[in-house]
């Protein structure tokens, strides 16, 4: 019985982030109350409370829902004893971007990332959020591209700062342009030439002395 009882509760928090992801695409952030949420997922307030603390809980466990398969990839890359880390990287990004071409629900999320999370100060604890996870990814970028440095992949002149404000412009610049104009381009075709061209670019575009 108590089994049941955990696969019953994990089912109902699951039917909330899956209608919180509903709600945050429709209205936006800003505007989704819990309300919204709770009928959205035809149950009652009360029910929110006993898995979320509030609505913005519900966004964190929204986006750990989508983080959580990239994590396995992540650890390759950033395992200092891998011997192509830029290798890995490269496949990492092509993954990450062509889930987000081809999967609905990727998609879905990130456009709720991109475009319907709105930073007001009604939402700072998702800023904060957004900055941490910046703040998060460049180190890891750090310890990817010493890496790669170290096994002679990349000059040892690379300015490793400038390299990973440009993988941030590029990455992050291409998807939130496709999710706006998404009939403009296929994803697919440029996210490929946008990658290779960074990479292109860390061989000759980033030492400390192209200033």
């Known amino acids: 019985m108590a089994r049941r009882t955990k696969e019953d509760a994990q089912k109902t928090r699951e039917l909330l982030i899956d209608a919180a992801e509903t709600v945050f695409y429709e209205k936006g952030v800003s505007r989704t109350s819990l309300n919204?949420?709770?009928?959205?997922?035809?149950?009652?307030?009360?029910?929110i409370y006993w898995h979320f603390k509030n609505k913005h809980d519900v966004f964190e466990a929204?986006?750990?829902?989508?983080?959580?398969?990239?994590?396995?990839?992540?650890?390759?890359?950033?395992?200092?004893?891998?011997t192509d880390p830029l290798g890995r990287l490269k496949d990492f990004l092509l993954y990450l971007t062509r889930e987000i071409a081809r999967d609905p629900h990727q998609r879905k999320v990130f456009e709720i990332l991109f475009h319907k999370c709105e930073l007001t100060d009604d939402n700072a604890q998702l800023v904060a959020r957004h900055r941490n996870n910046i703040r998060d990814a460049s180190e890891r970028m750090r310890g990817v591209l010493r890496?790669?440095?170290?096994?002679?992949?990349?000059?040892e002149n690379l300015d490793i700062e400038r390299a990973i404000v440009q993988l941030h412009v590029q990455i992050t610049g291409l998807i939130y342009f496709w999710l706006l104009v998404p009939d403009t381009?296929?994803?697919?075709?440029?996210?490929?030439?946008?990658?290779?061209?960074?990479?292109?670019?860390?061989?000759?575009?980033?030492?400390?002395?192209n200033h």
């Open 62 to 82: 929204m986006m750990e829902r989508q983080e959580l398969p990239l994590e396995m990839l992540r650890a390759v890359v950033e395992d200092p004893e891998q």
């Open 147 to 155: 890496n790669a440095i170290r096994l002679g992949q990349l000059p």
């Open 36 to 47: 919204d949420i709770a009928a959205e997922a035809g149950v009652t307030r009360g029910a």
């Open 185 to 209: 381009f296929n994803m697919e075709k440029e996210s490929e030439r946008v990658i290779n061209a960074y990479f292109y670019s860390l061989q000759y575009c980033f030492g400390n002395d």
